[in-house]
């Protein structure tokens, strides 16, 4: 099978800024350009292949064309495409949010919970994101506190620098602050409960809408472990290596390239490469596919070995 390089859909959220058109190239004429979906099936945004024999298709159509075992063995657990990857441009403070577990988001919503994953790829001096809660509160003391607007009183805030990892359980009330780029890896699901949103208003003049109650079933208003989990670089194949994160969804790995360096795609799972800096080739048994900063690539499960050429970093992400 043939490495497909993906384009994104983009959305145009509020909070948005235009780091993702104006410094990272994204082809987008929205005013702002908060999110790139750039590995996605689902259906409120799904990428597309970018050239050669599938050109323009949605990925679902690509896989459907192709075959599932594009996807990996260990991909026939989940229904369906276990995972989601975008870039995250927040100029602006988002809301405070949270996700619901597999069990709740099933039951209530007809889709799969939301456990993500953040690498921070560039950030303002003094930016600071909400993770968890800083103390043990009752459910009755934090609808309080959203009714007398001092809930940021009770969160954890925890400032953020360049390189940082951060993994996001469901039910982790959390906020990415203004002045953050991220790439976030996430379960393919976009179930999320806003909790409070600093009284913004949307396109329509309206308060947007928040879901107190059933982020109150979902949350844990426990503290929660906001330890980077990023693992001593080793080398491998010429290649850096860092463990990011890992979870029965996806298991993602930042790889430091100086020159070139192989990886290995097994049958067992498709790889995914965010080019985070750099460019070069990746160079596969059928073809080779060029890749710049801020590039999506697929590489299909039972690829083998496959070189990438360049000074880069990308992160890889497997099921």
């Known amino acids: 099978m043939k490495i497909e390089k993906l384009s994104p859909s983009f959305k145009d959220y509020l909070w948005g800024g235009t780091k993702l058109r ?81 069990e709740y988001a099933l039951r209530v919503e007809g889709e799969y919970g939301k456990t993500e994953m953040w690498y921070v790829m560039d950030c303002d001096e003094g930016a600071s994101l909400y993770f968890g809660v800083n103390r043990d509160v009752s459910k009755e003391e934090f609808r309080a506190k959203l009714e007398d607007n001092t809930i940021l009183e009770v969160l954890n805030k925890v400032d953020v620098h360049k390189g940082d990892c951060f993994f996001i359980e469901s039910g982790t009330i959390h906020a990415i602050g203004a002045g953050i780029l991220i790439c976030e890896i996430q379960q393919n699901s976009n179930t999320t409960y806003r909790v409070y949103d600093y009284a913004r208003r949307g396109a329509d003049g309206k308060l947007r809408e928040l879901h107190v109650d ?42 430091a390239v100086e020159n070139s360096a192989e990886i290995e795609v097994d049958e067992k799972s498709f790889a995914s490469l965010m080019i985070l800096t750099g460019s070069g080739k990746v160079i596969g048994a059928e073809n080779e596919v060029e890749f710049k900063t801020a590039d999506s690539i697929f590489i299909p499960a039972g690829s083998g070995k496959v070189k990438i050429e360049g000074e880069c970093t990308f992160i890889r992400t497997i099921v």
């Open 214 to 255: 059933k982020a109150l079933d979902v949350s844990k208003l426990t503290p929660s472990d906001t330890a980077d989990k990023q693992s001593e670089a080793k080398e491998l194949n010429d290649a850096m290596v860092t463990r990011l994160g890992e979870c029965k969804y996806f298991t993602t790995d930042k790889f």
């Open 22 to 102: 104006d410094v990272y190239g994204k082809n987008c004429n929205y005013d702002k350009v908060a999110e790139s979906w750039e590995l996605s099936t689902h259906s409120a945004g799904e990428s597309f292949i970018c050239g050669g024999e599938f050109d323009g298709l949605k990925l679902s159509e690509y896989i459907e064309k192709a075959g599932k075992s594009v996807l990996g063995t260990d991909c026939e657990a989940f229904d369906n495409f276990p995972v989601l990857i975008k870039f995250i441009d927040a100029k602006d403070p988002l809301s405070i949010q949270v996700h619901p577990s597999d």
